[in-house]
């Protein structure tokens, strides 16, 4: 499709969705699309940009899409543009500025109150990294909202790449007040049987509304007999890889646990795919955006990997707090009230747009080296 260059960007990032537009149907990018039969968001990603890597696209139309396999005929959706805006919007930088002003005009408690001690992983861009601009877009988006909703607190950041760390040892020592971010499952479902890490996420912590959601994609060779697999039940006897640390809930919700299926558990996103090209296991799972970064670092091109269309889950990210915190539903309840103002404002999606780009700009310049 593209020369090598092209294909490593091409699935590069989902970033890539917007800055890639020129590529290919440039005239879709920066528009409103109307569905038409037999549409996914991967299919119409790489009608618009080159690229089956659509995480943009669902952030851009979050509140109306529910399946990226399964959009309803006739729906409308916003396609982002170069720099991530939306369509007869404002850029990101505009109203990232705007908001800024706002809070700078906003009159702030005079009252000494100790700063707000968030700790994050590093190197998972565009999610938290030191190289970007704020810390990656979810420190960005919590740095900033104990700055919205009438808050005005001071916070601290630090960087803690073991995050297994960070609910064993860091918030239940009360060395850190949040953590940033984690997959938390829906904990009111008691229908499945709980793993000792779902358990400590439900038990042990409290969390925001979501931050981000994401779609988690199940990655195989194109001939596997799962890459078109209809539904979980015919995941049946696969060995799935997904990372150490990383949340099951969604596979335990489906019944994929042992002895259905053998899962493997290697350090990184790169590990998994190696696992499912070398025959180690049969399917790779996690993030879109993960996904695509990893086959870009492998520099692998596009069908040499494919995301099974038909199988998918959803996760949302939040910024949690360890119950024996005293403060901690204090902490959350403030996020909160930044976050869902940042929602209204267009601000949550302006912060990630920004980063996203700045992210793509940075492994385009990787890529040309």
Same mark, same amino acid.
């Given at each position: 499709?593209?020369?090598?260059?092209?294909?490593?960007?091409?699935?590069a /990032?989902? #970033?890539?969705? +917007?800055?890639? &537009?020129?590529?290919? %149907?440039?005239? $879709?990018?920066?528009? *409103?699309?109307?569905?038409?039969?037999?549409? /996914?968001? #991967?299919?119409? +990603?790489?009608? &618009?940009?080159?690229? %089956?890597?659509? $995480?943009?696209?669902? *952030?851009?139309?979050?509140?109306?899409v529910?399946?990226?396999?399964?959009?309803?005929?006739?729906?409308?959706?916003?396609?982002?543009?170069?720099?991530?805006?939306?369509?007869d919007?404002?850029?990101?930088?505009?109203?990232?500025?705007a908001?800024?002003?706002r809070?700078?005009?906003?009159?702030r408690?005079?009252?000494?109150?100790?700063?707000?001690?968030?700790?994050?992983?590093?190197?998972?861009?565009?999610?938290?990294?030191?190289?970007?601009?704020?810390?990656?877009?979810?420190?960005?988006?919590?740095?900033?909202?104990?700055?919205r909703?009438?808050?005005?607190?001071?916070?601290?950041?630090?960087?803690?790449?073991?995050w297994?760390?960070?609910?064993?040892?860091?918030?239940?020592?009360?060395?850190?007040?949040?953590?940033?971010?984690?997959?938390?499952?829906?904990?009111?479902?008691?229908?499945?049987?709980?793993?000792?890490?779902?358990?400590?996420?439900?038990?042990?912590?409290?969390?925001t509304?979501?931050?981000?959601?994401t779609?988690?994609?199940?990655?195989?060779l194109?001939?596997?007999?799962?890459?078109?697999?209809?539904?979980?039940?015919?995941?049946?006897?696969?060995?799935?890889?997904?990372?150490?640390?990383?949340?099951?809930?969604?596979?335990?919700?489906?019944?994929?646990?042992?002895?259905?299926?053998?899962?493997?558990?290697?350090?990184?996103?790169?590990?998994?795919?190696?696992?499912?090209?070398?025959?180690?296991?049969?399917?790779?799972?996690?993030?879109?955006?993960?996904?695509?970064?990893?086959?870009?670092?492998?520099?692998?091109?596009?069908?040499?990997?494919?995301?099974?269309?038909?199988?998918?889950?959803?996760a949302?990210?939040?910024?949690?707090?360890?119950?024996?915190?005293?403060?901690?539903?204090?902490?959350?309840?403030?996020?909160?009230?930044?976050?869902?103002?940042?929602?209204?404002?267009?601000?949550?999606?302006?912060?990630i747009?920004?980063?996203?780009?700045?992210?793509?700009?940075?492994?385009?310049?990787?890529?040309?080296?």
């Open positions: 499709m593209f020369k090598q260059t092209a294909k490593k960007l091409a699935i /990032t989902t #970033a890539a969705v +917007a800055l890639s &537009a020129g590529m290919a %149907s440039a005239q $879709q990018a920066c528009t *409103n699309y109307t569905v038409a039969d037999g549409d /996914t968001l #991967a299919t119409i +990603a790489i009608t &618009a940009y080159g690229t %089956s890597n659509y $995480q943009q696209i669902f *952030n851009a139309n979050r509140n109306i529910s399946n990226p396999n399964d959009l309803e005929q006739g729906l409308v959706l916003a396609l982002p543009c170069e720099d991530g805006s939306l369509p919007g404002r850029s990101a930088q505009e109203v990232i500025a908001e800024e002003n809070f700078e005009t906003t009159r408690s005079n009252v000494y109150e100790p700063p707000i001690r968030l700790v994050t992983g590093g190197n998972w861009a565009p999610f938290s990294d030191e190289g970007l601009n704020g810390g990656g877009f979810v420190t960005r988006l919590a740095t900033t909202a104990l700055h909703g009438g808050n005005s607190r001071d916070y601290s950041v630090s960087f803690v790449s073991d297994g760390a960070h609910l064993e040892t860091l918030l239940p020592l009360g060395a850190f007040d949040i953590s940033m971010a984690w997959y938390i499952p829906d904990c009111s479902n008691r229908t499945y049987e709980w793993s000792e890490n779902t358990h400590r996420r439900c038990t042990q912590l409290d969390g509304v979501s931050v981000y959601d779609v988690v994609g199940f990655y195989t194109p001939e596997s007999e799962y890459a078109r697999a209809g539904s979980f039940e015919e995941f049946e006897g696969a060995t799935i890889c997904r990372m150490d640390s990383w949340f099951t809930h969604d596979l335990e919700e489906k019944g994929m646990v042992s002895p259905r299926v053998e899962m493997i558990r290697p350090i990184t996103a790169r590990e998994c795919i190696d696992a499912v090209l070398n025959g180690t296991a049969d399917i790779a799972s996690f993030e879109v955006q993960l996904a695509a970064d990893a086959m870009s670092d492998m520099g692998l091109t596009q069908g040499e990997l494919v995301e099974n269309p038909f199988v998918n889950t959803f949302s990210l939040r910024f949690v707090t360890h119950k024996t915190n005293p403060y901690g539903r204090q902490y959350i309840a403030m996020l909160n009230r930044g976050l869902n103002e940042m929602r209204e404002s267009g601000e949550w999606y302006a912060i747009s920004d980063t996203l780009r700045e992210h793509n700009e940075r492994m385009m310049a990787a890529a040309g080296n």
